[in-house]
């Protein structure tokens, strides 16, 4: 278990705030925000790189506060690997060891084990010149895992390596992770990576946390406007609360939970609202008609805006939707979402 508590980080121009946060052990927790958030700050302070002003971090029980890098039992894989470029793959990965007394045998074995499972044994006498960007994160993996750390924090490890690649790479960390039994901390800033690896997140903006929790709660349940449209949730609507339904703009909305009377804000994704050129069943509890607006090709989707009375929606839709619907701007459609798909906060 790591805890962090009240942490706060001064530097020329920017700060970390009253930091606290608790992640389970063995598990894979990622830090997301906007660049300038300060999560690459953050790692620092856990490693130990960057000086504390105030607050503790605990790595299983243990105030590591005031210790050194290499006390702490962490290791830190940057997005730029920082191999040695003198040096080849295997001694690139034996380094650390040299700050690691005894255990020879074991060491002999967990170098083995790293090897065969990031599938590096190929490229031991290689140098970081003659590497890939996937080869080259694979050394970085290994020469941070050889020591054995309790806690391996990665900073936006899949940035330099090409798309095609970055599929297989995703799927061999989660698994390094659950084979190793370390607890794993990422900064990325792909929501897909997100989504795929992590079981618990947090969300930074300007040096303080918006929001940590489960992965599917962080997108799923924003508890605020910034963290609903930070993780894609594009109708974001100010809302009047009552009972079961949301007041917004000149219509009523059906939720899922009743909240608390009052304003507020409700959040709907656009891959929850469906178009259709009819009024669905009467199991869909929201439905409008309105006008597409505009088309925006999004590569893989498309971004359907459609205006139903004084509301716009925005929809994510599949190519073949598009096609079969026949959509384009000016056509009367149908907007449908569930109940269960209207977050309030």
Do not use: W
Not at 57 to 62: D, E, F, S, T
Not at 154 to 171: G, H, K, T, W, Y
Not at 230 to 240: D, E, L, M, Q, T
Not at 325 to 334: K, T, V
Request: proline share 4%; hydrophobic share 40%.
């Amino acid at each position: 278990m790591i805890r962090i508590a009240g942490l706060t980080v001064r530097l020329p121009g920017f700060s970390l705030t009253d930091i606290t946060l608790g992640i389970p052990e063995n598990q894979f927790f990622v830090l997301l925000g906007p660049t300038g958030s300060g999560k690459t700050v953050l790692l620092e302070a856990i490693a130990g790189i960057e000086k504390i002003s105030s607050g503790s971090v605990r790595i299983c029980g243990l105030d590591v506060t005031n210790l050194p890098p290499e006390k702490r039992g962490v290791g830190i894989v940057y997005q730029d690997s920082c191999l040695f470029p003198h040096l080849c793959v295997s001694d690139n990965i034996r380094y650390g060891l040299r700050y690691r007394r005894g255990n020879g045998a074991g060491n002999v074995q967990r170098f083995d084990e790293l090897v065969d499972l990031l599938k590096i044994s190929h490229l031991l006498k290689r140098k970081p010149a003659t590497l890939s960007g996937g080869e080259i994160q694979r050394t970085a993996l290994a020469r941070a895992l050889i020591t054995g750390p309790r806690v391996l924090l990665l900073d936006e490890p899949f940035s330099a390596i090409d798309q095609s690649f970055r599929a297989e790479l995703q799927q061999l960390l989660k698994t390094l992770q659950r084979k190793s039994g370390v607890t794993f901390i990422m900064v990325t800033h792909s929501f897909s990576e997100a989504l795929s690896l992590a079981d618990r997140a947090a969300v930074l903006q300007n040096g303080r946390v918006e929001q940590d929790g489960s992965i599917m709660d962080i997108f799923k349940k924003p508890r605020s406007a910034y963290v609903a449209e930070f993780v894609g949730i594009k109708n974001i609507y100010p809302a009047n609360f009552r009972g079961l339904y949301a007041e917004v703009n000149d219509g009523m909305i059906r939720m899922g939970d009743e909240a608390a009377s009052g304003h507020g804000y409700i959040a709907i994704r656009p891959e929850d609202i469906i178009l259709s050129k009819s009024r669905l069943s009467s199991s869909i509890r929201n439905s409008f008609p309105g006008t597409v607006r505009s088309v925006f090709d999004r590569g893989y989707t498309f971004e359907v805006d459609v205006q139903a009375g004084e509301t716009l929606y925005r929809s994510l839709i599949t190519r073949s939707a598009l096609v079969e619907l026949d959509i384009r701007p000016g056509q009367d459609l149908f907007v449908s979402f569930k109940a269960t798909a209207v977050h309030c906060f």
